[in-house]
């Protein structure tokens, strides 16, 4: 790993990704019901309102955004992958933890608290994001790794959207 160039978070893209994050989310919350509880749609969407299912609609979004960005990007970053990884897992692993705090706490489903820690989430994922792809230079055949990582996280949650786990994380709110 080398050290690479500096980067601000505050960009015009950055901002713009943390916007269509929230409103791709938001969205992806109502089309399974929408759609007539469809099963391809269930893949993708939220099928209740466990914790589970407000992550995957987060990581989903997540990956959405990341897809449409490196597909329209003129100049692709040589480890957006493995930044992706770990934007991922900042996402998880911080509305987890929030969901929980304001469970423990409030102990009552509110949309907007549910709003504010998605956007928390995809903020503080976000500057983790930027701060691999603006400071490691991540090597060709890690980049592959961490590509084939995140298709098996898609994979994890379309799994356990279908064969949910008998615990609290996956039980409706």
């Known amino acids: 790993m080398k050290i690479c160039k500096e980067s ?26 929408i759609t007539g509880r469809n099963l ?12 589970w299912e407000h992550i995957k609609i987060a990581v989903v979004s997540t990956y959405l ?13 040589y480890n ?3 930044a ?11 509305m987890l933890m929030l969901f929980y705090i304001y469970d423990i706490v409030f102990s009552v489903e509110n949309l907007v608290a549910d709003l504010v820690i998605l956007a928390i989430g995809v903020v503080i994922s976000r500057i983790v994001e930027n701060i691999i792809l603006s400071k490691l ?11 084939y990582i995140n298709l098996g996280i898609i994979l994890f949650f379309v799994i356990f959207t279908f064969f949910p786990l ?3 994380i996956f039980k409706d709110r």
């Open 40 to 51: 391809l749609i269930a893949m993708f969407s939220a099928v209740n309102t466990s914790i």
């Open 65 to 77: 955004v990341a897809l449409v960005r490196m597909s329209i990007k003129e100049k692709r970053d």
């Open 80 to 82: 957006l992958w493995t």
């Open 8 to 33: 601000k978070f505050y960009t015009k893209e950055a901002l713009v990704d943390i916007l269509v994050i929230c409103i791709i989310n938001i969205l992806l919350h109502f089309t399974f019901q």
């Open 137 to 147: 230079k991540i090597s060709a055949i890690v980049e592959d790794i961490y590509k």
């Open 166 to 168: 008998n615990i609290s």
């Open 84 to 94: 992706l990884f770990f934007k991922i897992i900042t996402l998880i692993l911080t």
